[in-house]
């Protein structure tokens, strides 16, 4: 289906060092991701060799890298070409032959084959306003099958308005010194002023209204990471 004009363009809102090579070199270094717990977990909630798991806003591929050995399909999406181009040549060098890799959106990745027995995305739905999280969740919901997990990691903030300021200070008091080896204060300046992280109280019931039952949520003591676990109930609203 033709995507409508009136969608935004997701290149615009990716952050342009998700598409510079140069940035993305270096990401994998800088984020330090070990997801192998992540991939434990999914485990328990059913991932076996029959599974079919749909990665949104991939990136580097560190989670879908991880899981590619547990299961049966892994579908990688991402907008940033650079993003999958390193993803793809890390999936060559390890010899993984179950990964695809799709150069789209939350709002324009097509699903093709058997519905995902898995949806998982991390730090990447705050890309969108408000709005545009609800169609995405949406077409997470449309993608999973009835009974399919959706797992998502986001920075989301776990406090009232008032509280704000302090909670940001105190997290932007705890960045990296240098961009090499994490998100230095200047860059989680500019996460705070120009993408669009919200609040558990608004996404939590956005998740809900999309026919993802939230089955887990844990939120980081520093208020701004938040985790969820939730199942597509067998009729989805999107
Ligand atoms: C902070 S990185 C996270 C990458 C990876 N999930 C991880 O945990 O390391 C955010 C990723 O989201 C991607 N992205 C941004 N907007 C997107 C969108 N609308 N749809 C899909 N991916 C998007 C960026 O290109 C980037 O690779």
Same mark, same amino acid.
């Given at each position: 289906?033709?995507?409508?004009?009136?969608y935004?363009?997701?290149?615009?809102?990716?952050?342009?060092?998700?598409?510079?090579?140069?940035?993305?070199?270096?990401?994998?270094?800088?984020?330090?991701?070990?997801?192998?717990?992540?991939?434990?977990?999914?485990?328990?909630?059913?991932?076996d060799?029959?599974s079919?798991v749909?990665?949104?806003?991939?990136?580097?591929?560190? *989670?879908?890298?991880?899981?590619?050995?547990? %299961?049966?399909?892994?579908?990688?999406?991402?907008?940033?070409?650079?993003?999958?181009?390193?993803?793809q040549?890390?999936?060559?060098?390890?010899?993984?032959?179950?990964?695809?890799?799709?150069?789209?959106?939350?709002?324009t990745?097509?699903?093709?084959?058997?519905?995902?027995?898995?949806?998982?995305s991390?730090?990447?739905?705050h890309?969108?306003?408000? *709005?545009?999280?609800?169609?995405a969740?949406?077409?997470?919901?449309?993608?999973?099958?009835?009974?399919?997990? *959706?797992?998502?990691?986001?920075?989301?903030?776990? *406090?009232?308005?008032?509280?704000?300021?302090?909670?940001?200070?105190s997290?932007?008091?705890?960045?990296?010194?240098?961009?090499?080896?994490?998100?230095t204060?200047?860059?989680l300046?500019?996460?705070?002023?120009?993408?669009?992280?919200?609040f558990?109280?608004l996404?939590?019931?956005?998740?809900?209204?999309?026919?993802l039952?939230?089955?887990?949520?844990?939120?980081?003591?520093s208020?701004?990471?938040?985790?969820?676990? %939730?199942?597509?109930?067998?009729?989805?609203l999107?």
């Open positions: 289906m033709a995507t409508p004009r009136w935004p363009d997701e290149l615009a809102h990716a952050g342009d060092e998700h598409l510079d090579p140069g940035y993305v070199q270096g990401y994998d270094r800088k984020a330090g991701t070990d997801p192998t717990d992540e991939v434990a977990l999914l485990r328990t909630l059913g991932l060799e029959t079919t749909v990665d949104l806003g991939a990136g580097t591929g560190a *989670f879908a890298l991880a899981v590619a050995p547990r %299961c049966r399909r892994v579908i990688a999406v991402d907008v940033s070409a650079a993003m999958l181009a390193l993803l040549l890390q999936a060559g060098a390890q010899g993984l032959a179950n990964i695809e890799w799709v150069q789209r959106g939350f709002l990745y097509e699903h093709r084959g058997e519905p995902a027995d898995f949806v998982y991390r730090h990447a739905l890309h969108l306003p408000e *709005f545009w999280k609800g169609i969740l949406g077409r997470i919901a449309a993608i999973l099958k009835p009974g399919g997990v *959706f797992r998502l990691l986001d920075l989301v903030y776990a *406090f009232d308005p008032g509280e704000a300021g302090p909670i940001i200070e997290w932007l008091d705890g960045a990296a010194a240098t961009p090499a080896l994490g998100w204060r200047p860059e300046e500019t996460h705070l002023r120009e993408e669009y992280s919200t558990t109280w996404l939590e019931p956005m998740l809900e209204r999309a026919g039952v939230i089955q887990d949520a844990s939120r980081d003591p208020g701004i990471y938040a985790a969820y676990t %939730c199942v597509k109930t067998s009729s989805d999107g």
